[in-house]
């Protein structure tokens, strides 16, 4: 089997950890990789996600040999069986541990200036990474999380060759693992997409997991309801069937479409990322693919606005036969070209949307269409980003629904910094959710109607 990307290696082994679902559950993902594979397991089990900063004190001459780890709060575990068999004196030990020290404390610095550590002390700590090859990491996360005196470590994994897997059940309660094929190569082989994870997206991850729940669940709790549809699906637009994914949380207000810009798709990080936070807040959204994989070959079709939006419209009407989102107000949100898309096909008869918000978008694509756009429209830019904010600048001359500007201090054009993305998902999820609230008024559909919430 081979993983579309981390996203869904996380769900799958999400499903295969519900017998561990209850309140002193706690799943910690190994960075960077194994966090965003974390986050997902955290989301089925609704239970606290955090990271478990550990590194492995290695032999100097034999790295990959692990003689020790160290974890947070001077958690510090040592193998003296490695030790006096590798013939490592203490200034060796000493030297390797400075240095590592080093590493963890910058992870630290960075993962906790705004998420501070859990406490697993007598909890259910689920050690999550992508996969593992030796394995010897994993011993040292789980040696250093027993330090930290959880009661319970489980160590799931999506992929993992099954000699390390047998050498791993001596320091873990017990072991998950969704596949152990041979031959074994490297983790990446069983990835379509196995990208790097920056810092970046580990501290948001983490921000996300920690941000208030509706309804005022707590969000370190593993209390907080599971989303009521969390699933693939395959949308049938009048024969031409496409691949998305769609998530309706517990007394949704609204859904969101997603329209991903050029070179990307449904496993959108970013747009991962946006959706997280608007299902946090009772909204719905679905990602999926605008073009099928032969089509994207094609370059011109990842330009061609037109063909897009028809797809977003198509989709759009999908919704509308869902049962289960039945009377549910519509709502796009694009990036990039995928904004024009939006735009366009927020502004074709029948369509009615609620609300539209573009992230980095290029509403000039959609040209002469913007005056025929009734839905409230939020356009967000980067403040590094200057050609797109001149054209989206350049856009709002055109448009006569209600709409706004927003620029994003220090961001560039993919929102890259710190932050900045989480500004974007918040943005969004206020102007979604005053879009869709608006509906049961008389408001006028014009500018000048309602005000739109200010930021």
């Not at 960077?32 to 986050?39: D, F, K, L, N, S």
């Not at 980003?385 to 209600?402: F, K, P, Q, S, Y």
């Not at 054009?413 to 998902?425: I, K, N, P, Q, S």
Request: aromatic share 4%; hydrophobic share 45%; proline share 6%.
């Amino acid at each position: 089997m081979i993983f579309t990307d981390r996203i869904e290696a996380g769900r799958a082994l999400g499903r295969s950890l519900a017998q561990f679902r209850g309140p002193d559950t706690i799943v910690v993902g190994l960075p960077r990789g194994g966090v965003p594979v974390a986050a997902e397991v955290a989301r089925a089990l609704g239970a606290p996600l955090d990271v478990l900063i550990v590194r492995k004190v290695g032999v100097p001459f034999q790295p990959e040999l692990a003689m020790g780890a160290i974890g947070e709060n001077g958690v510090r575990v040592v193998s003296r069986e490695v030790l006096d068999a590798a013939k490592v004196t203490t200034p060796e030990f000493a030297t390797v541990e400075r240095r590592e020290r080093l590493e963890l404390e910058r992870r630290a610095a960075r993962y906790r200036a705004e998420t501070p550590a859990l406490d697993l002390r007598g909890k259910t700590v689920i050690l999550v990474d992508d996969g593992l090859a030796t394995g010897s990491s994993a011993r040292a996360a789980c040696e250093v999380a027993r330090a930290h005196d959880a009661a319970q470590i489980v160590l799931a994994i999506p992929v993992a060759p099954g000699e390390s897997l047998a050498q791993l059940r001596e320091v873990a309660d017990s072991v998950v693992c969704l596949q152990t094929p041979t031959p074994f190569g490297a983790v990446g082989q069983f990835y379509e997409d196995f990208s790097a994870v920056s810092d970046e997206e580990v501290m948001a991850l983490l921000r996300q997991a920690r941000s208030p729940q509706p309804g005022g669940a707590d969000p370190g709790s593993s209390s907080m309801d599971p989303p009521c549809i969390d699933r693939d699906v395959a949308l049938d637009l009048d024969g031409l069937v496409l691949d998305g994914h769609l998530t309706v949380p517990a007394h949704a207000i609204g859904v969101v479409a997603f329209a991903h810009g050029s070179g990307s798709s449904r496993f959108s990080t970013r747009n991962r990322l946006v959706a997280g936070t608007l299902n946090r807040a009772g909204l719905a959204t679905l990602l999926f693919d605008l073009l099928t994989r032969d089509e994207e070959v094609d370059r011109r079709n990842v330009f061609d606005v037109e063909l897009l939006a028809g797809r977003l419209g198509a989709a759009t009407r999908w919704l509308r036969r869902q049962p289960e989102l039945a009377g549910l107000p519509i709502g796009y949100f694009g990036a990039s070209t995928g904004a024009a898309a939006a735009l366009w096909a927020a502004a074709e008869p029948g369509n009615e949307v609620a609300a539209v918000v573009s992230r980095g978008g290029r509403p000039d694509l959609a040209g002469p269409r913007l005056g025929a756009v009734l839905a409230p429209t939020l356009l967000i830019v980067g403040g590094r980003d200057d050609v797109v904010i001149g054209l989206n600048e350049e856009a709002r001359a055109l448009l006569t629904c209600e709409h706004r500007l927003i620029i994003v201090p220090g961001a560039t054009h993919l929102f890259e910094e710190t932050g900045t993305l989480d500004e974007v998902a918040s943005l969004a999820t206020d102007w979604f959710s005053w879009g869709f609230s608006r509906l049961g008024s008389a408001a006028p559909r014009r500018a000048g109607g309602v005000a739109p919430p200010s930021r």
